[in-house]
């Protein structure tokens, strides 16, 4: 990843010192060692939006990918809706505009967490993911519908919680076998370890 970002000053940076950069004064504003001022926060806006814009033309992300599949490196890309919507829902002027670009930087995250599978994905209702992957809109009619399919519905959403109960356990199975491969000086990076 080799790209390098142009600043104001003639700068440049590769666009994992930008994130990085941005995630520091992120964590200095939710920490308080930054004055959480108007100025600042949309300049940080302005520096994941940066990010955001050139992790598109790059295009380091496929739908048809699964979380495995994306290098390392790429990962905290993933978080750049996250960090907008947190600071946009910090910005006080035009409250509802705000709101509004918020849930939408929300619903982009959630998708993403949907479309790559990470875990607890499943716990994720479809009506909380973007319209661009085929959900309803906010203020959209609800259909009314017939208890059989109030019951289906019910009985999915139970099953994807306990799917997502599986894989979270199932996670943790592979984590605890994987700090017990390390402790004991076994662990390699090739070998794929299998839950039985």
């Given at each position: 990843?080799?790209?390098s970002?142009?600043q104001n000053?003639?700068?440049?940076?590769s666009?994992?010192q930008l994130l990085a950069?941005a995630?520091?004064e992120?964590q200095?504003?939710?920490d308080?060692t930054?004055?959480?001022s108007h100025?600042a926060?949309?300049e940080?806006?302005?520096k994941?939006?940066t990010?955001?814009?050139?992790?598109s033309?790059l295009?380091l992300?496929?739908?048809?990918?699964?979380?495995?599949?994306i290098?390392?490196?790429d990962l905290?890309?993933?978080?750049?809706?996250?960090y907008l919507a947190?600071?946009?829902?910090?910005?006080?002027?035009s409250?509802?505009?705000r709101?509004?670009?918020?849930?939408i930087?929300?619903?982009?995250f959630l998708?993403?967490?949907?479309?790559?599978?990470v875990p607890?994905?499943?716990?994720?209702?479809?009506?909380?993911v973007?319209?661009?992957?085929?959900?309803?809109?906010?203020?959209?009619?609800i259909p009314?519908h017939s208890?059989?399919e109030?019951l289906?519905n019910?009985t999915?959403?139970?099953?994807?919680?306990i799917?997502?109960?599986?894989?979270?356990l199932?996670?943790q199975?592979?984590?605890?076998?994987?700090k017990?491969?390390?402790d004991a000086?076994?662990?390699?990076?090739?070998v794929?370890?299998r839950a039985d």
């Open positions: 990843m080799a790209i970002v142009d000053l003639g700068d440049s940076e666009l994992p950069r995630e520091r992120y200095l504003i939710e308080g930054l004055p959480n100025a926060i949309t940080l806006i302005r994941f939006e990010a955001t814009k050139y992790v033309v295009g992300f496929s739908r048809n990918e699964k979380l495995e599949e290098p390392t490196s905290p890309f993933l978080l750049l809706p996250a947190k600071l946009f829902l910090k910005l006080n002027d409250r509802l505009e709101l509004e670009t918020a849930e930087y929300i619903k982009d998708g993403r967490c949907k479309d790559y599978e607890g994905h499943l716990a994720i209702p479809f009506s909380l973007s319209n661009s992957r085929g959900a309803a809109e906010i203020g959209d009619e009314h208890p059989v109030i289906q019910a999915a959403k139970r099953a994807a919680k799917a997502a109960l599986h894989q979270k199932e996670s199975e592979k984590t605890a076998q994987l017990k491969r390390i000086g076994t662990a390699d990076d090739d794929e370890v």
